[in-house]
C-alpha cells in the first residue's frame, strides 16, 4: 500500500505583542479621588471622579471594570497608554486601591497622576505639581501613606473654602450651590485638558500651561 505523504499543515500566524507589552511604552496611571457615584457624584469631594468621568467621554471609555477596590478602564490617549481609576474605598481610604493598582502594573512614580479637590484655591483653578505633601487632604494622606512617597505628580482643582469655620466635612460632602457649579465645572475641564497635556508634551508643560 502506497504511504500517503503528509503535508505542512496550515501555517500558524505568529501573535504580535500589543501595543502595551511592547518595550519602551509608558503605562500612566490615572487616579481621580472621591466618593462612590451617585450619592456623592455633586459634591465639591468629587472633583477627581468628574475630572476622569469628562476624560473618558472624550475618548469613548467606559470605566466599569472592577478590581482592587476600584472601577478602572485600561485605554490608549494620545498615543499613551493609561488605565484611569476611580476608588470605591470612601476618600480616607484611596491609597489602598492606588497601592494595589501601583503594585500590579508596576508603574513608575513620575506615571502616576492623581486629581483631587484642594481648599486653598478658588473654584475654577488648577495647580499642577510634580510632587509635594497631602496638604491636609484625606485622600492624598491615605495614597502618599500607602505608596511610601509624595514624589508622583498630581492635579489640584481648586474649590474654595467654607464661610464658617468648622464646616469642612459639609462643605465638600454637601450639595453644591446652583450658581457655583460652572465654576467647578471649569476646574475639570482645566484638569482634563492638563492630563491630555502631560500625555502629550510632559508635566513641565503642563505647569506651564496651566499654573
Known sequence: M???KKGPGPKLR???PGPFLQLGVKMY???????PEEEYSKTRHNMGFNT????AEQYNIEINKSKFQGLYESAVIE?????LVKPQ???NLSGNCAQEFVNFYKVQNENIIIIYDDMDFEPG??????KGHAGGHNGMKSIIQNLGTDEFPRIRIGIGRPKYDGDDINYVIGAIPEEEIPKLNEGTEKAKE??????KNGIDSAMNKFN
Open 14 to 16: 505568529k501573535k504580535r
Open 194 to 199: 492638563a492630563i491630555i497635556e502631560i500625555l
Open 89 to 91: 474605598t470612601y476618600m
Open 52 to 55: 476622569i468621568n469628562k476624560l
Open 29 to 35: 496611571l490615572i487616579i481621580g479621588l472621591g466618593n
Open 2 to 4: 502506497e504511504k500517503v
Open 79 to 83: 498615543g499613551k497608554k493609561v488605565i
Open 125 to 130: 483653578q488648577v495647580k499642577v505639581r510634580k
